[in-house]
């Protein structure tokens, strides 16, 4: 079974640009949340989706932050304009839906290294 | 709110020796706990999990205790490998969020 997949592994761009990063779950798992961990510290909640609804937006920073799911499947983050203290890294994470006999066990992906200049 | 808090790091050991990395939560309710593991240039990895009190998650060597009276959930292993040089992070979660501690970067020397 393959894990969850994220595009690209990293990202250079400059302050004012946009960049999208795209997550792709496990098939099947109609959860998928996105998470970051800036600058060393800890790994910080940004949304949860369920199927292509956004269930709990509470730690996506500011609007410049755009997540979208259409279809349920595959997820785009897009940061448009990008500031400095955009850079960091973006993990993504997916899992079962509650009540399907499984855990409440995320699985994340490698993550997309950001760095603004 | 709930939150989880880990012993800074870095740590570092020799091989062979013995790995402690305390973690404590503050949860209402009783939430999950995990430890994950992110090894140099790769993703996070689930490493252990405990869903009730009194669990112990164990993986690879590892091994974690669920201690609802003390609120922790402390990482051990009996002896570390120098491929065990990696960012530890522990985690709960008692809905749909994981809220983590900072890391605790373990550095292991031949």
């Known amino acids: 079974e393959a894990g969850v997949t994220q595009f690209p592994s990293h990202s250079v761009i400059e302050k004012g640009q946009t960049v999208t990063l795209r997550c792709d779950p496990i098939s099947g798992h109609d959860n998928l949340y996105w998470y970051r961990r800036v600058m060393g510290k800890e790994i910080k909640f940004l949304l949860h989706f369920v199927k292509e609804s956004k269930q709990d937006e509470s730690g996506m920073p500011n609007n410049r932050f755009l997540a979208e799911r259409t279809g349920g499947t595959y997820s785009t983050l897009k940061v448009q304009p990008a500031e400095l203290e955009d850079s960091g890294v973006y993990f993504c994470a997916s899992s079962h839906l509650p009540g399907t006999g499984t855990t409440d066990t995320q699985y994340f992906g490698p993550g997309t290294r950001l760095t603004v200049l | 709110g709930n939150s989880v808090t880990q012993m800074e790091g870095p740590v570092t050991l020799s091989e062979e020796a013995f790995l402690t990395i305390n973690c404590t939560y503050t949860a209402t309710g009783y939430p999950s706990l995990f430890w994950y593991v992110q090894y140099p240039g790769e993703g996070l990895q689930l490493l252990l999990k405990a869903t009730k009190a009194d669990d112990k998650g164990s993986n690879k060597g590892f091994e974690a205790t669920y201690r609802k009276e003390t609120t922790s959930f402390h990482l051990e292993k009996g002896s570390v490998q120098v491929s065990d040089s990696a960012v530890y992070f522990c985690?709960?979660?008692?809905?749909?969020?994981?809220?983590f501690g900072a890391g605790t970067r373990l550095f292991v020397k031949a």
């Open positions: 985690a709960q979660a008692g809905g749909f969020k994981t809220i």
